[in-house]
């Protein structure tokens, strides 16, 4: 890890919690969201919220849905929801 990297994640390491917690809310509370809608909703930068989104899905609170929306560049990006994903369907190989 960079010096930089290690400063910018010792600043923000006692604030992670409730962002955390913030963008879940938001998430539950809209039905959905797009990192970009999280990152407009909430003021925060995109490392911020990927890196809650991230953090969220690792512990199986969000995850991203087969839903796609459009970001402000026009790009697709996953719709994330609250729960755990559901597990993939199995290919028959038979």
Do not use: K, W
Request: aromatic share 6%; proline share 5%; glycine share 6%.
């Amino acid at each position: 890890m960079s010096e930089t990297s290690r400063d910018a994640y010792m600043a923000i390491s006692p604030h992670a919690p409730n962002m955390r917690e913030r963008v879940f809310a938001f998430i539950r509370e809209s039905g959905g969201a797009t990192c970009d809608e999280v990152e407009v909703a909430l003021g925060m930068v995109h490392q911020t919220a990927s890196a809650r989104l991230n953090e969220l899905a690792n512990a199986g609170r969000v995850y991203a849905s087969e839903a796609r929306r459009a970001t402000r560049s026009g790009m697709d990006a996953a719709v994330y929801v609250v729960g755990v994903a559901p597990p993939s369907p199995q290919l028959d190989l038979l």
